[in-house]
């Protein structure tokens, strides 16, 4: 008998437990980081289309927030958009890269011999996802990215003239 009481293995196994988690939340990649960097845009979020009704799209996202959308087809603004994302969206929206481990998560998921899937290319923080054949559980910020593009007043983008002129 070691002259433990089974309470004090509880208290053992607890300790051991929040060591555990700490450790784990500790490798864990910060919310912050997504944000920054050099990367240009910051964001670049890409569905292509298939032979269906596929909403196909290119939006990209600099780091203050200037946002470009590119309907190709089934979306509700086709053609070139422009739009203003604030700071607490690119906030948000690094947490959920966070909670999806998009960091750990990246790569990429194909099978050039299967036809007719529409893929989805994200390119975030540094990490890039092909995700096309068997690709990870991204759907929470698939759905994030989705519900922000829906949730953004875009105005048709201005052709032929110069960056900087009205």
Request: with cysteine; glycine share 10%.
């Amino acid at each position: 008998m070691t002259g433990r009481t089974p309470d004090s293995r509880i208290g053992s196994t607890q300790g051991i437990l929040a060591c555990w988690m700490a450790l784990v939340l500790s490798s864990c990649h910060p919310q912050g980081a997504y944000l920054k960097g050099s990367h240009t845009p910051l964001l670049r979020y890409e569905r292509t289309m298939c032979f269906g009704p596929c909403p196909a799209f290119l939006l990209e996202v600099e780091r203050n927030g200037a946002a470009r959308f590119n309907g190709r087809s089934h979306v509700d603004h086709m053609g070139e958009h422009t739009a203003q994302w604030t700071q607490q969206d690119l906030k948000k929206l690094a947490l959920v890269a966070e909670q999806t481990e998009l960091d750990r998560k990246a790569g990429t998921y194909d099978n050039p011999m299967i036809m007719d899937l529409p893929a989805i290319r994200l390119f975030f923080g540094g990490y890039k996802v092909l995700d096309r054949v068997d690709g990870p559980d991204l759907s929470l910020l698939y759905a994030h990215l989705d519900s922000l593009i829906g949730a953004t007043d875009w105005k048709p983008a201005e052709q032929g003239r110069p960056s900087g002129q009205r």
